[in-house]
T-cell receptor, first 116, second 114 residues
Framework: NAGVTQTPKFQVLKTGQSMTLQCAQDMNHEYMSWYRQDPGMGLRLIHYSVGAGITDQGEVPNGYNVSRSTTEDFPLRLLSAAPSQTSVYFC???????????????FGSGTQLSVL | AQKITQTQPGMFVQEKEAVTLDCTYDTSDQSYGLFWYKQPSSGEMIFLIYQGSYDEQNATEGRYSLNFQKARKSANLVISASQLGDSAMYFCAMNRWNNNDMRFGAGTRLTVKP
Protein backbone atom coordinates (compact mmCIF):
# COMPACT_ATOMS: atom_id res chain seq x y z
CA ASN A 1 0.00 0.00 0.00
CA ALA A 2 2.19 2.86 -1.31
CA GLY A 3 -0.12 5.87 -0.66
CA VAL A 4 1.42 9.06 -2.07
CA THR A 5 4.81 8.62 -3.72
CA GLN A 6 7.08 11.54 -4.49
CA THR A 7 10.30 11.48 -6.49
CA PRO A 8 13.05 12.51 -6.20
CA LYS A 9 13.70 12.92 -2.46
CA PHE A 10 16.54 15.37 -3.03
CA GLN A 11 17.47 17.56 -5.96
CA VAL A 12 20.02 20.29 -6.60
CA LEU A 13 19.49 22.61 -9.56
CA LYS A 14 21.31 25.54 -11.03
CA THR A 15 19.45 28.77 -11.60
CA GLY A 16 17.59 28.60 -14.90
CA GLN A 17 17.38 24.83 -15.10
CA SER A 18 14.07 23.08 -15.43
CA MET A 19 12.83 19.96 -13.73
CA THR A 20 9.71 18.02 -12.85
CA LEU A 21 8.79 16.76 -9.41
CA GLN A 22 6.78 13.60 -9.68
CA CYS A 23 3.79 12.66 -7.54
CA ALA A 24 1.67 9.54 -7.79
CA GLN A 25 -1.06 8.13 -5.57
CA ASP A 26 -2.69 4.72 -5.64
CA MET A 27 -5.74 5.50 -3.50
CA ASN A 28 -8.00 6.64 -6.35
CA HIS A 29 -8.12 10.13 -4.87
CA GLU A 30 -9.75 12.82 -6.96
CA TYR A 31 -7.95 15.69 -5.23
CA MET A 32 -4.21 16.24 -5.47
CA SER A 33 -2.13 19.23 -4.48
CA TRP A 34 1.38 20.61 -4.14
CA TYR A 35 2.66 22.55 -1.14
CA ARG A 36 5.99 24.13 -0.40
CA GLN A 37 7.35 24.33 3.13
CA ASP A 38 9.66 27.13 4.16
CA PRO A 39 11.00 27.86 7.67
CA GLY A 40 8.68 30.11 9.64
CA MET A 41 5.99 30.04 6.95
CA GLY A 42 4.37 26.66 7.31
CA LEU A 43 3.03 25.02 4.18
CA ARG A 44 1.76 27.09 1.30
CA LEU A 45 -0.43 25.76 -1.48
CA ILE A 46 1.07 26.02 -4.98
CA HIS A 47 -1.44 24.28 -7.26
CA TYR A 48 -4.18 21.76 -6.86
CA SER A 49 -6.41 19.52 -8.96
CA VAL A 50 -9.89 18.15 -8.27
CA GLY A 51 -9.74 15.58 -11.05
CA ALA A 52 -8.12 14.60 -14.32
CA GLY A 53 -7.94 17.56 -16.67
CA ILE A 54 -8.75 20.11 -13.94
CA THR A 55 -6.13 22.25 -12.20
CA ASP A 56 -6.21 25.49 -10.28
CA GLN A 57 -3.83 27.90 -8.60
CA GLY A 58 -3.18 28.08 -4.90
CA GLU A 59 -1.53 30.74 -2.80
CA VAL A 60 1.92 30.78 -4.47
CA PRO A 61 1.61 29.52 -8.08
CA ASN A 62 4.16 31.74 -9.83
CA GLY A 63 7.07 29.86 -11.38
CA TYR A 64 5.30 26.50 -11.30
CA ASN A 65 3.20 24.56 -13.80
CA VAL A 66 1.03 21.51 -13.31
CA SER A 67 -1.12 19.19 -15.37
CA ARG A 68 -3.34 16.24 -14.48
CA SER A 69 -3.73 13.80 -17.30
CA THR A 70 -4.57 10.80 -15.10
CA THR A 71 -6.18 10.36 -11.67
CA GLU A 72 -2.96 8.87 -10.30
CA ASP A 73 -0.33 11.42 -11.33
CA PHE A 74 0.17 15.12 -10.63
CA PRO A 75 3.62 16.38 -11.67
CA LEU A 76 4.95 19.80 -10.70
CA ARG A 77 7.16 21.56 -13.22
CA LEU A 78 9.71 24.27 -12.59
CA LEU A 79 10.39 25.81 -15.98
CA SER A 80 13.29 28.07 -14.96
CA ALA A 81 14.43 27.46 -11.40
CA ALA A 82 15.27 30.39 -9.14
CA PRO A 83 16.99 30.43 -5.72
CA SER A 84 13.67 31.56 -4.21
CA GLN A 85 12.28 28.15 -5.11
CA THR A 86 14.67 26.42 -2.71
CA SER A 87 12.24 24.65 -0.41
CA VAL A 88 10.76 21.34 0.66
CA TYR A 89 7.90 20.31 -1.61
CA PHE A 90 5.04 18.10 -0.54
CA CYS A 91 2.43 16.42 -2.65
CA UNK A 92 -0.84 15.66 -0.91
CA UNK A 93 -4.10 14.02 -1.90
CA UNK A 94 -7.58 13.33 -0.57
CA UNK A 95 -10.73 11.60 -1.77
CA UNK A 96 -12.77 14.59 -2.81
CA UNK A 97 -10.90 17.73 -1.87
CA UNK A 98 -10.13 19.83 1.17
CA UNK A 99 -13.40 21.70 0.67
CA UNK A 100 -15.29 18.68 1.99
CA UNK A 101 -15.73 18.88 5.73
CA UNK A 102 -13.39 16.67 7.66
CA UNK A 103 -11.47 15.30 4.72
CA UNK A 104 -7.83 15.04 5.70
CA UNK A 105 -4.85 15.19 3.39
CA UNK A 106 -2.51 12.27 2.76
CA PHE A 107 1.03 13.52 2.23
CA GLY A 108 4.00 12.23 0.33
CA SER A 109 7.41 12.11 2.01
CA GLY A 110 8.59 15.36 0.46
CA THR A 111 11.26 16.55 -1.96
CA GLN A 112 14.08 18.75 -0.75
CA LEU A 113 15.03 21.10 -3.58
CA SER A 114 18.02 23.43 -3.61
CA VAL A 115 18.50 25.98 -6.38
CA LEU A 116 21.99 27.42 -6.56
CA ALA B 1 -8.53 34.15 2.40
CA GLN B 2 -8.36 32.54 5.78
CA LYS B 3 -5.34 33.07 8.00
CA ILE B 4 -3.89 30.72 10.60
CA THR B 5 -1.68 31.98 13.42
CA GLN B 6 0.51 29.88 15.66
CA THR B 7 2.23 32.24 18.07
CA GLN B 8 4.59 29.76 19.73
CA PRO B 9 7.62 29.03 17.55
CA GLY B 10 8.94 26.60 20.17
CA MET B 11 7.62 24.88 23.27
CA PHE B 12 9.19 22.65 25.90
CA VAL B 13 7.35 20.16 28.09
CA GLN B 14 8.45 17.61 30.64
CA GLU B 15 7.76 14.00 29.82
CA LYS B 16 4.38 12.80 31.15
CA GLU B 17 3.04 16.34 31.50
CA ALA B 18 0.31 17.92 29.38
CA VAL B 19 0.98 20.69 26.88
CA THR B 20 -1.21 23.08 24.91
CA LEU B 21 -0.24 24.33 21.48
CA ASP B 22 -2.03 27.50 20.42
CA CYS B 23 -3.79 28.14 17.14
CA THR B 24 -6.02 31.03 16.15
CA TYR B 25 -7.70 31.54 12.83
CA ASP B 26 -9.38 34.29 10.94
CA THR B 27 -12.28 33.67 8.62
CA SER B 28 -15.69 35.12 7.89
CA ASP B 29 -17.02 31.74 6.78
CA GLN B 30 -19.43 29.79 8.93
CA SER B 31 -18.57 26.37 7.57
CA TYR B 32 -14.97 25.27 7.98
CA GLY B 33 -12.74 22.60 9.37
CA LEU B 34 -9.67 22.73 11.57
CA PHE B 35 -6.86 20.19 11.49
CA TRP B 36 -3.66 19.45 13.34
CA TYR B 37 -0.72 17.68 11.72
CA LYS B 38 2.50 16.43 13.24
CA GLN B 39 5.83 16.50 11.41
CA PRO B 40 8.59 14.46 13.10
CA SER B 41 12.23 15.06 12.27
CA SER B 42 11.92 12.42 9.55
CA GLY B 43 9.79 14.92 7.63
CA GLU B 44 6.49 13.18 6.96
CA MET B 45 3.19 14.86 7.74
CA ILE B 46 0.91 12.90 10.08
CA PHE B 47 -2.75 13.78 10.57
CA LEU B 48 -3.68 14.04 14.25
CA ILE B 49 -7.15 15.45 14.75
CA TYR B 50 -10.04 17.28 13.08
CA GLN B 51 -12.75 19.66 14.32
CA GLY B 52 -15.65 20.90 12.23
CA SER B 53 -17.06 24.34 12.84
CA TYR B 54 -20.49 22.89 13.63
CA ASP B 55 -19.21 20.23 15.99
CA GLU B 56 -20.49 21.05 19.45
CA GLN B 57 -18.09 18.80 21.31
CA ASN B 58 -14.34 19.12 21.29
CA ALA B 59 -12.63 16.47 19.18
CA THR B 60 -10.49 13.85 20.88
CA GLU B 61 -8.15 11.21 19.47
CA GLY B 62 -6.32 9.22 22.11
CA ARG B 63 -3.93 11.58 23.91
CA TYR B 64 -4.83 14.44 21.58
CA SER B 65 -7.74 16.78 22.11
CA LEU B 66 -8.73 19.97 20.40
CA ASN B 67 -9.88 22.84 22.57
CA PHE B 68 -12.27 24.57 20.16
CA GLN B 69 -13.50 28.03 21.13
CA LYS B 70 -15.49 29.24 18.17
CA ALA B 71 -16.26 32.74 19.45
CA ARG B 72 -12.57 33.36 20.10
CA LYS B 73 -11.62 31.63 16.84
CA SER B 74 -9.13 29.39 18.53
CA ALA B 75 -8.39 25.69 18.06
CA ASN B 76 -5.68 24.73 20.51
CA LEU B 77 -4.17 21.25 20.53
CA VAL B 78 -3.81 19.60 23.91
CA ILE B 79 -1.43 16.67 24.25
CA SER B 80 -1.81 14.77 27.51
CA ALA B 81 0.91 12.66 29.13
CA SER B 82 3.65 13.80 26.75
CA GLN B 83 6.06 11.22 25.43
CA LEU B 84 9.55 11.63 23.99
CA GLY B 85 8.15 10.62 20.61
CA ASP B 86 5.89 13.68 20.66
CA SER B 87 8.90 15.89 19.93
CA ALA B 88 8.11 17.29 16.49
CA MET B 89 6.74 20.24 14.55
CA TYR B 90 3.00 20.71 14.88
CA PHE B 91 0.93 22.50 12.26
CA CYS B 92 -2.58 23.87 12.58
CA ALA B 93 -4.54 24.03 9.33
CA MET B 94 -7.92 25.20 8.18
CA ASN B 95 -10.13 24.70 5.18
CA ARG B 96 -13.35 26.39 4.24
CA TRP B 97 -16.06 24.05 3.01
CA ASN B 98 -16.50 24.13 -0.75
CA ASN B 99 -13.05 25.65 -1.09
CA ASN B 100 -9.96 23.62 -1.88
CA ASP B 101 -7.47 26.06 -0.43
CA MET B 102 -6.28 24.56 2.85
CA ARG B 103 -4.10 27.00 4.79
CA PHE B 104 -1.47 26.11 7.35
CA GLY B 105 0.03 28.00 10.25
CA ALA B 106 3.78 28.51 10.62
CA GLY B 107 4.06 25.65 13.08
CA THR B 108 5.22 25.07 16.66
CA ARG B 109 8.27 22.98 17.46
CA LEU B 110 7.59 20.90 20.56
CA THR B 111 10.44 19.38 22.52
CA VAL B 112 9.67 16.82 25.21
CA LYS B 113 12.31 16.64 27.95
CA PRO B 114 13.01 13.37 29.77
Amino acid sequence: NAGVTQTPKFQVLKTGQSMTLQCAQDMNHEYMSWYRQDPGMGLRLIHYSVGAGITDQGEVPNGYNVSRSTTEDFPLRLLSAAPSQTSVYFCASSYSGTGVGGEKLFFGSGTQLSVL
Amino acid sequence: AQKITQTQPGMFVQEKEAVTLDCTYDTSDQSYGLFWYKQPSSGEMIFLIYQGSYDEQNATEGRYSLNFQKARKSANLVISASQLGDSAMYFCAMNRWNNNDMRFGAGTRLTVKP
